[in-house]
């Protein structure tokens, strides 16, 4: 249990010391548009996917994804590269900070429209219950996509095509400026799944020991009794929905509060109180996240431009001609 | 040859993919148990079962997401909307995600989807059953769209469709589900992209799509009364577009008239006219027009719904001011 408490507090502190890298980035304008980060929330993607079988599941999020493609096993280098808008990045400088993909990695993006992975997730999922290979889809969201439509139609298909996926609400408590208990019905968002015929559970979305417990559970519903099922985690964000949003909505102490408890410290306090880990350790930890992500910067900083014929590349799979010259 | 309906050929060409390749399946509503609401999928139940001939919730933002999650995880799903006017529903499935997934994850995804039903008005349906959106589905690139005319094209090119790597919005036309037509006993396929000459002419060329061909046609049947050599494109594809073939047939005849019964503003019969009036213009005798469906919600009274709509009696119209000799 240890070796893999260690191994995901080492994941954990890479995606922390990325986006912190990543935020810097953003401010020195190395990195524009739209830049989500997922400081706070670390324990939620690294605790699930923990638990996949990286040969044959997947994984779908939203627009906030740096922390699942890194938690996934991506390279930080090469993640760092696609916000930089560079060839070498994950989606060859053509997806940005919300598409990241790498199906090799078991990463299907990376989606900019909220929720709208949900649906495709199911799809995947489906996919995977037609071959019977075995595998699950994990999708990710957060309690803004909860109120989109195309969830209640995927949880409705998951449960009567029986599909192998897990909903893994990420309730950071704010969609973009907006706090949840404002806009939903309910605030326990697990008792959903009942309307719908399958289990729900809530989880500390803070603690990534009691996430991946959760995720245990729900893993092996899927893949061994092709039950979906929802797991919300509470979770919280300490930066503003994005790079452009200073957070004038929650106060200083509200943050404070959740930082008092923030995931990675937890884990290092539990760790090195049980012995499990020392002082010199630790500093290797945060030694070595800093190394890589430094070493991302600079290769993204190194790496060249896509170059212009990409332009037209990619739109579908056979090469096509470039339009008529206007006039 | 056999003479069969535009129906039976779609149906033949579903039945002889899905006996290909097993990664091909059918879902939508209606598709199983009801053999289809227009009977497309009649016999493909109990010839594949359940999991292969899919039959949905009413749910088309759901389900048309489940087939693209589907399709990038390596199966090709041929999704049935009812009708293309219930597809506005999944309007973002399909522009925001299957269009995009492989220039976003830089060429990484594929997305091989049909998405196939009838559209454009039919009899009696009121303004949101009657709808014909072709040009919204041609405006946006990552999409490949065809509406065939007659049974052997839609059978040669659902065929193509279905083989394709890309995402393809099928339009058929319930009207035309019981039109017959020759099709070759032998398997064939017709390419995307390619329009085919519906009668040869030299004074000027008629372009059209899907059902208004039909009224073309009967167009250039009255005008051969009165001396006129119509030639009849169809553009059967209309992205790709077969821009050589009309520039080739405007060329020789000079004049051009478009009929689509889309609404005039921003649609693929203006944009046509554009490209003609571009592309031909030193070889044009007159201006090219455009007989469109009027600028209108249809209204529910026939004699209304057939005013709002392109008819023979427009096209000859046209035809004759093209030529100069307005009765």
Redesign the interface.
């Known amino acids: 249990m240890n070796d893999s408490l260690l191994a995901m507090l080492e994941s954990m502190q890479l995606i922390r010391t990325f986006e912190e890298k990543a935020g810097m980035m953003y401010g020195l304008r190395k990195i524009g548009g739209f830049c989500h980060l997922y400081t706070g929330q670390e324990a939620v993607a690294v605790g699930a996917v923990s638990v996949l079988d990286l040969e044959r599941d997947y994984v779908l999020t939203g627009y906030r994804d740096h922390g699942h493609a890194l938690a996934l096993g991506i390279e930080p280098r090469a993640v760092m590269a696609e916000l930089f808008g560079k060839a070498t990045g994950v989606s060859r400088g053509k997806g940005g900070s919300m598409h990241l993909f790498d199906p090799a990695k078991r990463m299907l993006g990376g989606n900019g429209i909220v929720g709208a992975q949900i649906p495709v997730a199911t799809g995947v999922a489906l996919a995977q219950a037609y071959r019977g290979d075995g595998g699950v889809t994990l999708c990710f969201f957060g309690d803004g996509a909860f109120h989109q439509g195309a969830l209640h139609e995927s949880l409705n298909l998951a449960k009567i095509w029986s599909l192998p996926i897990v909903y893994v609400i990420e309730n950071n408590q704010w969609g973009m400026g907006t706090n949840w208990k404002r806009v939903s019905s309910e605030e326990d968002f697990s008792l959903t799944a009942a309307a719908y015929g399958m289990k729900g559970r809530s989880c500390d979305g803070m603690d990534v020991a009691e996430v991946r417990e959760a995720m245990l559970e729900a893993v092996a519903l899927a893949r061994d009794g092709r039950e979906p099922s929802l797991v919300e985690a509470r979770t919280y964000r300490y930066k503003g929905h994005s790079m452009s949003d200073p957070g004038k909505y929650r106060s200083r102490e509200d943050i404070e509060e959740y930082r008092k408890r923030d995931p990675i410290a937890s884990l290092k306090g539990r760790l090195t109180d049980e012995g499990a880990l020392s002082e010199t350790e630790w500093n290797a930890i945060v030694a070595r996240a800093e190394e890589k992500v430094e070493a991302a910067v600079a290769f993204a900083e190194s790496s060249a431009e896509p170059a212009p014929g990409e332009l037209y590349a990619d739109v579908y799979a056979e090469p096509r001609a470039l339009p008529r010259a206007a006039g | 040859m056999a003479v069969i309906t535009y129906r039976e050929a779609l149906n033949r060409a579903l039945d002889e993919e899905m006996a290909r390749d097993a990664r091909v399946?059918l879902m939508g509503e209606e598709v199983g148990e009801y053999d289809g609401a227009y009977k497309v999928s009649k016999g493909l139940l109990s010839k594949y079962g359940a999991?292969r001939v899919?039959d949905?919730?009413i749910?088309e933002?759901?389900?048309?997401?489940?087939?693209?999650?589907?399709?990038?995880?390596?199966?090709r799903?041929v999704v049935e909307w009812m009708t293309h006017n219930f597809a506005l529903l999944a309007v973002?499935?399909v522009v925001?995600?299957a269009a995009k997934?492989?220039?976003?994850?830089?060429?990484?995804?594929?997305v091989p989807i049909v998405f196939r039903g009838p559209n454009g008005p039919a009899e009696y349906l009121g303004s949101q059953h009657s709808q014909a959106l072709a040009s919204l589905w041609t405006h946006v690139?990552?999409l490949?769209v065809l509406a065939p005319a007659t049974p052997a094209d839609a059978y040669g090119l659902l065929k193509s469709a279905i083989r394709?790597?890309?995402p393809v919005v099928f339009l058929e036309n319930e009207l035309m589900y019981a039109t017959k037509g020759e099709v070759a006993e032998q398997e064939f396929l017709i390419p995307m992209g390619k329009a085919s000459t519906a009668r040869p002419g030299k004074d000027v060329t008629i372009v059209s799509f899907s059902r208004p061909l039909l009224a073309a046609l009967e167009a250039a049947e009255s005008l051969a009364a009165k001396g006129i050599e119509a030639e009849v494109l169809d553009l059967r594809s209309l992205r790709?577009l077969d821009?050589d073939a009309l520039y080739e047939s405007v060329g020789r005849t000079g004049r051009c008239v478009v009929v689509d019964e889309s609404w005039p503003v921003a649609s693929v019969g203006s944009h046509v006219a554009y490209l003609v009036s571009?592309?031909c213009f030193d070889f044009l005798d007159a201006p090219v027009a455009l007989v469109s469906g009027e600028d209108i919600p249809m209204p529910y009274n026939h004699a209304l719904e057939l005013a709002a709509q392109p008819s023979a009696a427009k096209i000859e119209r046209a035809v004759l001011r093209a030529l100069y000799r307005e009765e």
Request: proline residues 9%; negative net charge; hydrophobic residues 30%.
């Open positions: 399946f999991d899919r949905t919730p749910a933002l759901g389900f048309t997401g489940a087939g693209v999650g589907a399709a990038i995880a390596g199966l799903p973002d499935q925001n995600e997934m492989r220039y976003m994850s830089g060429g990484q995804l594929s690139p990552g490949k394709d790597d890309d790709p821009e571009r592309e």
